[in-house]
């Protein structure tokens, strides 16, 4: 068992330092190819944040392992919003954008909706049981390509506003920077998704519970990073762009890719009061930034009260 902790450990490592590769390298290539900065900061930063989730769900689906991949989505979602953004607050109060709580943050607030919708199919529509088809992963996937479309517009919108970013590497470098984060991104998630599994199996712990953990949180720590760093830096709009990229992000393509590609997904384990906190966090990030337009630290702190809460349900309910 220690070694497979070890083996975890190495995985985390392996996955956060090559999606911090990721990101330099790809972020260096857009600028390169002179791409507009906002049009980085929307997509490319939030996909590499989001890379540790993505590589984890391919690796687990193709286990066959699918409580894993929806309690790597699911966490990630709660942890992103209720934790990261709880935390940045409380370091420092977050402004949002008028234009951020009129379109990205319903955006956010509706993919997590569709999620839980598609996820409901005897409550709703007297089905036999949960499920999510490759349909379902296909029409998230189509939801994603409009979001895209809405991001491109935005940007040659706006892009006039700044001048293009001179890139950090030459082509070359940036190109075999992505190349190595890829590869550190892909070994470190097969590394998690296997030590992971086997301690699961060990301790009798649910694979539910080490999705909504472990995995979660380690595959999380790009999105901490970056938004803490951005809210000391006082940048709001990367803080809560990130965080709602990110999200929609793991929704769209962390879970409707690997289900598109490997077909039905049964919920094993799951209860409703994991999709219940995943819409709450979704409508208080709204309320919050709605009301003044900004997170302030109490309301960060309040977040992070309803995460501590949410977690020790999750750790009683392993207990029971």
Same mark, same amino acid.
């Given at each position: ?17 090559g ?8 972020s ?10 906002m049009?980085?900061g929307?997509?490319?930063?939030a996909?590499? %944040? ?32 209720l934790?990261?953004?709880g ?54 996937i ?10 491109i517009a ?16 030459k ?11 890829v ?5 470190g ?11 699961? %199996? ?22 901490l ?14 803080a809560?762009g990130?965080?709602i990229?990110?999200n ?6 962390v ?8 077909? %039905?997904? %049964? ?15 979704a409508?208080?990030?709204f309320?919050?930034?709605?009301t ?21 349900v999750v750790?009683i309910g392993?207990?029971?």
């Amino acid at each position: 068992m220690w070694w497979q902790i070890v083996l975890l450990l190495v995985g985390f490592v392996l996955l956060i330092k090559g999606a911090d590769i990721f990101v330099d390298g790809a972020s260096s290539t857009a600028a390169n190819f002179k791409v507009s900065k906002m049009l980085i900061g929307l997509t490319i930063i939030a996909f590499g %944040t989001s890379a540790p989730e993505f590589a984890v769900s391919m690796q687990a689906l193709a286990a066959g392992n699918t409580d894993m991949v929806l309690g790597n989505v699911i966490g990630s979602n709660i942890i992103n919003i209720l934790l990261i953004l709880g935390l940045a607050a409380l370091i420092k109060p977050i402004r949002v954008r008028a234009n951020t709580i009129c379109k990205e943050l319903p955006i956010c607030l509706l993919i997590s909706v569709l999620l839980v919708v598609l996820f409901l199919d005897i409550q709703i529509s007297g089905g036999s049981e949960n499920i999510i088809t490759r349909s379902d992963g296909i029409a998230i996937i189509l939801f994603f390509l409009v979001f895209l479309y809405y991001l491109i517009a935005l940007a040659r919108r706006k892009k006039s506003e700044k001048k293009a970013e001179k890139p950090k590497f030459k082509l070359s470098v940036s190109l075999l920077l992505v190349l190595v984060g890829v590869a550190g991104v892909i070994i470190g998630s097969q590394l998690i998704v296997n030590s992971a599994t086997a301690i699961a %199996t060990e301790i009798g712990v649910s694979d539910r519970i080490i999705a909504l953990t472990v995995i979660a949180f380690g595959t999380s720590l790009p999105e901490l990073v970056t938004t803490v760093a951005a809210a000391r830096k006082g940048e709001a709009d990367l803080a809560v762009g990130n965080i709602i990229g990110s999200n929609i992000f793991n929704i769209c393509i962390v879970l409707g890719v690997p289900v598109a590609i490997f077909g %039905t997904v %049964t919920p094993g384990s799951f209860q409703m009061v994991d999709l219940a906190m995943l819409i709450v966090s979704a409508i208080v990030l709204f309320i919050f930034a709605k009301t003044q337009k900004k997170i302030s630290r109490r309301e960060g702190f309040l977040m992070l009260l309803a995460f501590a809460a949410y977690y020790a349900v999750v750790i009683i309910g392993m207990n029971a």
